[in-house]
């Protein structure tokens, strides 16, 4: 019985075609015979016959349009899509025959495509992230190398000119004056390095920032009070001006704490003598805004964006032997912007201020 019913049943395009043309033929035959027996002349019956051979034909067209020809016209215009590499595109043909099959097997193959096209270009991408950061690294070790290279040739030839003199120097006055020295060329040495080596982390990418809540408000004080207020024999006058409350902000408390402390170290190095340091936190609606403020030399207008480049120094502190590193501000850029935050610096009438925002949380 089940191979009977497999017989008659229409899932072959043959058997479709098939019966199309046997049931024309039958038709075209049952309708001479009775045209052949309609009481009128034979002309008439003939051209009855006709009309009738015509309808027939074009009814066998259509439906040999829409079992063949039309699902024939929309393969080849997905295979026409699939030649242009596009397997968006699905085939809609839902029929029992090869073409039904057809259809369902050039969706899966498009499917397929589509999917290993998409891991293909994932893994390009992936690869091309490789390369620029391989790139990336290699730069910035050469950069660190040369920055290295260059930025040691001053303490070290103070080094090695007063171990010169050491060997020589009887005095002992004058030899512990150059033991200060060399102790404080290799202190400012070590600092270089231990500072470019954390930039060059952070900017690599190498260093994750942790994430705590913790009340901003309360690490100023602390920060400030530590800087500021317990310095003896200060040139400056301190004035600060902090909200009441707490505000709260989500970020990595030791990176932020390095922010406030190298703002701070800065302006303590470039505020002139007697000269004023002002310090503020304005909390605004879903943000805070930190400032710092140092009475002293302005910079100049041609320098205001190099100052967050690395080993910028601009002119030479007045309340300090030596400058600093040059890379504490290239730090508090870095840490910024990796938390996607606005930061500036401006000349004021008689000073300079730094300021930064940052979202804060309930």
Same mark, same amino acid.
């Given at each position: 019985m089940?191979?009977?019913? #497999? %017989? *008659? =049943?229409?899932?072959?395009?043959?058997?479709?075609?098939?019966?199309?043309?046997?049931?024309?033929?039958?038709i075209i035959v049952l309708f001479y015979v009775f045209t052949a027996k309609l009481p009128t002349n034979r002309s008439i019956a003939f051209l009855i016959w006709l009309v009738l051979l015509v309808a027939v034909i074009m009814g066998v067209d259509f439906l040999l349009g829409h079992f063949i020809s039309k699902p024939l016209d929309e393969i080849n215009h997905i295979a026409g899509q699939m030649a242009k590499l596009d397997f968006s595109a699905t085939c809609g043909i839902h029929t029992d025959d090869e073409f039904g099959e057809l259809s369902e097997n050039l969706n899966t193959m498009f499917s397929n495509l589509q999917e290993a096209l998409e891991k293909l270009e994932a893994a390009n991408k992936q690869l091309e992230k490789d390369v620029t950061q391989e790139h990336l690294l290699l730069t910035q070790r050469k950069e660190l190398v040369d920055s290295l290279s260059h930025e040691m040739k001053t303490p070290l030839g103070i080094i090695y000119a007063y171990i010169e003199g050491l060997k020589e120097e009887t005095d002992e006055q004058k030899r512990q004056h150059y033991m200060d020295v060399?102790?404080?060329?290799?202190?400012?040495?070590?600092?270089?390095?231990?500072?470019?080596?954390?930039?060059?982390?952070?900017? =690599?990418?190498? &260093?994750? @920032?942790? #994430?705590?809540?913790?009340? *901003?408000?309360?690490?100023?004080?602390?920060?400030?009070?530590?800087?500021?207020?317990?310095?003896?024999n200060a040139n400056y006058r301190f004035t600060y001006d902090l909200p009441?409350?707490?505000? !709260?902000?989500? =970020?990595?408390?030791?990176?932020?704490?390095?922010?406030?402390?190298? @703002?701070?170290?800065? =302006?303590?190095?470039? &505020?002139?003598?007697?000269?004023?340091? /002002?310090?503020? &936190?304005?909390?605004?609606?879903? #943000?805070?805004? !930190?400032?710092? *403020?140092?009475?002293?030399?302005?910079?100049?207008?041609?320098?205001?964006?190099?100052? %967050?480049?690395? !080993?910028?120094?601009? #002119?030479?502190?007045?309340?300090?032997? /030596?400058?600093?590193?040059? @890379?504490?501000?290239?730090?508090?850029?870095?840490? @910024?912007?990796?938390?996607?935050?606005?930061?500036?610096?401006?000349?004021?009438?008689?000073?300079?201020? *730094?300021?930064? /925002? !940052?979202?804060?949380i309930t």
């Amino acid at each position: 019985m089940k191979k009977i019913n #497999e %017989w *008659f =049943a229409l899932n072959t395009v043959r058997k479709k075609v098939l019966l199309l043309s046997k049931l024309a033929g039958g038709i075209i035959v049952l309708f001479y015979v009775f045209t052949a027996k309609l009481p009128t002349n034979r002309s008439i019956a003939f051209l009855i016959w006709l009309v009738l051979l015509v309808a027939v034909i074009m009814g066998v067209d259509f439906l040999l349009g829409h079992f063949i020809s039309k699902p024939l016209d929309e393969i080849n215009h997905i295979a026409g899509q699939m030649a242009k590499l596009d397997f968006s595109a699905t085939c809609g043909i839902h029929t029992d025959d090869e073409f039904g099959e057809l259809s369902e097997n050039l969706n899966t193959m498009f499917s397929n495509l589509q999917e290993a096209l998409e891991k293909l270009e994932a893994a390009n991408k992936q690869l091309e992230k490789d390369v620029t950061q391989e790139h990336l690294l290699l730069t910035q070790r050469k950069e660190l190398v040369d920055s290295l290279s260059h930025e040691m040739k001053t303490p070290l030839g103070i080094i090695y000119a007063y171990i010169e003199g050491l060997k020589e120097e009887t005095d002992e006055q004058k030899r512990q004056h150059y033991m200060d020295v060399i102790l404080s060329a290799t202190d400012r040495m070590n600092t270089m390095i231990v500072a470019l080596l954390d930039l060059s982390a952070l900017e =690599a990418g190498a &260093v994750k @920032l942790s #994430e705590e809540r913790f009340d *901003f408000i309360e690490l100023v004080e602390t920060v400030a009070g530590r800087l500021l207020i317990d310095t003896p024999n200060a040139n400056y006058r301190f004035t600060y001006d902090l909200p009441e409350g707490k505000a !709260f902000i989500r =970020a990595d408390k030791y990176r932020m704490e390095q922010v406030l402390n190298n @703002l701070i170290v800065n =302006a303590k190095n470039h &505020v002139s003598n007697d000269g004023e340091i /002002h310090l503020s &936190v304005i909390c605004r609606e879903s #943000e805070l805004q !930190f400032s710092i *403020f140092n009475q002293g030399e302005q910079i100049p207008p041609q320098d205001i964006s190099k100052v %967050w480049q690395k !080993f910028y120094r601009g #002119e030479k502190p007045q309340n300090d032997t /030596h400058s600093g590193s040059g @890379l504490g501000l290239s730090i508090i850029a870095q840490i @910024l912007s990796m938390y996607h935050t606005d930061y500036s610096v401006q000349n004021q009438p008689s000073g300079v201020e *730094f300021t930064f /925002h !940052f979202p804060t949380i309930t």
